[in-house]
């Protein structure tokens, strides 16, 4: 590995809702939209939590405030680890104004979040670190998740 990024993940939280954003990823794949949290890399010199409350307010135009860091994860692709840091925010108000970047959004129940979420990791994350007990289908069955 010859690279390290930091990845920002913002979790918003506004009246028991989630806020999902619907991203373009790859048109040589079946279904290249997915549905995410507010992410972005974090650049050098940032501070991880301006950076996090900077990108959700660019990003959707919501003004947000920092609840926790409910989980952090670490994956790699090619020679570069990423090292992700989720944080919790709450908004102050559900009217999303989508950058560019996004094509879509929408408020979602909490235990409805893995109806969107297809990665498995992050809904065990979400699971257990903010209590949504979350349906996750495994390779066999389905699996209820409760903490």
Request: proline share 3%; aromatic share 10%; charged share 25%.
């Amino acid at each position: 590995m010859s690279r390290m990024a930091v990845k920002i993940k913002g979790i918003v939280e506004y009246q028991g809702k989630y806020l999902l954003v619907q991203k373009w990823y790859d048109d040589n794949i079946v279904n290249p939209y997915k549905w995410e949290f507010v992410d972005s890399i974090l650049t050098p010199g940032e501070r991880p939590e301006e950076a996090v409350i900077e990108n959700i307010e660019v990003q959707t135009g919501l003004t947000t405030k920092i609840i926790s860091i409910p989980y952090t994860w670490t994956y790699t692709v090619g020679d570069t680890a990423y090292v992700g840091i989720a944080f919790l925010c709450k908004a102050d108000e559900d009217i999303v104004i989508l950058s560019d970047e996004y094509s879509n959004s929408i408020w979602v129940e909490a235990d409805k979040v893995n109806q969107y979420i297809e990665d498995t990791e992050m809904l065990k994350d979400l699971n257990k670190h903010l209590g949504i007990n979350l349906h996750i289908k495994s390779d066999d069955d389905d699996l209820e998740l409760n903490v």
